[in-house]
Nanobody
Framework: QVQLVESGGGSVQAGGSLTLSCVAS????????MSWYRHRSGNQRELVAH???????DYDDSVRDRFTISKHDAQNSITLQMNSLKPEDTGVYYC????????????????WGQGTQVTVSS
């Protein structure tokens, strides 16, 4: 099995910054993609930032130029650097990865972390 553990959430004033981290552990053969989602009150869970194994990134328009997703291969981890935070960024942020657990075909699954709360006050 694979476990994802997020950290770095907290409370900050508008205009501030936070860095979220997500570390994967367990039976990891390779990681194909890594993403951050968030769940804001009254909304469905939404994709915030995505990173493919080749290094291609994509961002929701609401966070483009403010958030940066990065991977750290040695630690099987990713970070989400969040700058110029706005009250509408408040929500629970989830890390997710597509992880291949063995060299055999059909052993790639999506795994989720438990989520970390981000609160931005005006």
């Amino acid at each position: 099995q694979v476990q994802l553990v997020e950290s770095g959430g907290g409370s900050v004033q508008a205009g501030g910054s936070l860095t979220l981290s997500c570390v994967a552990s367990g039976s990891i053969f390779s990681i194909h993609s890594m993403s951050w989602y968030r769940h804001r009150s009254g909304n469905q869970r939404e994709l915030v930032a995505h990173l493919q194994s080749g290094g291609i990134t994509d961002y929701d328009d609401s966070v483009r130029d403010r958030f940066t997703i990065s991977k750290h291969d040695a630690q099987n981890s990713i970070t989400l650097q969040m700058n110029s935070l706005k009250p509408e960024d408040t929500g629970v942020y989830y890390c997710t990865m597509m992880v291949k657990t063995t060299p055999r075909p059909g052993t790639t699954d999506r795994y989720w972390g438990q989520g970390t709360q981000v609160t931005v006050s005006s």
